[in-house]
């Protein structure tokens, strides 16, 4: 399970000289900051402060989301805004095949494991209050008619929406004909069709369950949604 952990700073009080001070080398980080006058910040702020390199995705000729995912599967550590949050929530479901090789006396050749893509990074978001929104990209009864009905989302009974392999596949083709943002925020166990229409999580549940640890940096915490929230995720899905 996730170490996930909270930290509650007021502006001001050295939040970011905190996390810039806590890059070790030999991890691996994504960072997740509001703007992208932080990104910047960070990165010349943990190469001062700690000799540590964060790499900044950036719009290469497809999207800024894909040379994120190439980061990585290259094992860089990453800054980016919460514009990626989805995607990144997307490519923390995925598995990628590292080699590992170990020999004794010239014997045992190379072998394969699977790993999750984000099994080895630490997670660092920084301001993240209310865990919820509206999601107005589709409305439910179109959703309901485009999406479920034809078979490439599926919804349970706790209301999170899955897709189908049907879905998958048309994504990974490239396939503009559904929403590819809604699919990432599907995908990142992020989107929930309720009784009063589409929510989606701010911060992807896979974001939350697959990284190594979490820690979310924000501001009177205690009486935030956002606690109360993983709180009962906690309890209903991690038996704590």
Sequence with gaps: MTHIRIIDM????????????????????????PSLSEVG??????????????????????????HAEKLIREGKSLVCTHALYFRLGTIATQEHQVTVSVEFDGKNPPT????????????????????????QSVKPIEFDEDYVALGMAEVHGDGRVEPTPKWDTRYEQGSRTFD????????????YKLSEGLFILTVPMELLTRPKTVT???YLAEGSVLLHFLRKMQREHWGA
């Design 216 to 218: 979310i940096y924000t």
């Design 180 to 191: 590819r943002g809604l699919y990432e925020k599907a995908k990142s166990g992020s989107l």
């Design 112 to 135: 394969i494991h699977t790993k999750n893509m984000l099994d080895d990074y630490n997670l660092i978001i920084d301001e993240v209050i209310n865990p919820f929104e509206h999601e």
């Design 10 to 33: 007021p502006c001001g009080w050295g939040k970011s000289s905190q996390i810039l001070s806590r890059f070790e080398k030999g991890e691996k980080y994504l960072t997740v900051v």
């Design 41 to 66: 910040r960070y990165i010349d702020g943990a190469l001062k402060q700690s000799g540590f390199r964060l790499t900044q995705p950036v719009d290469t000729k497809g999207r800024k989301s894909d």
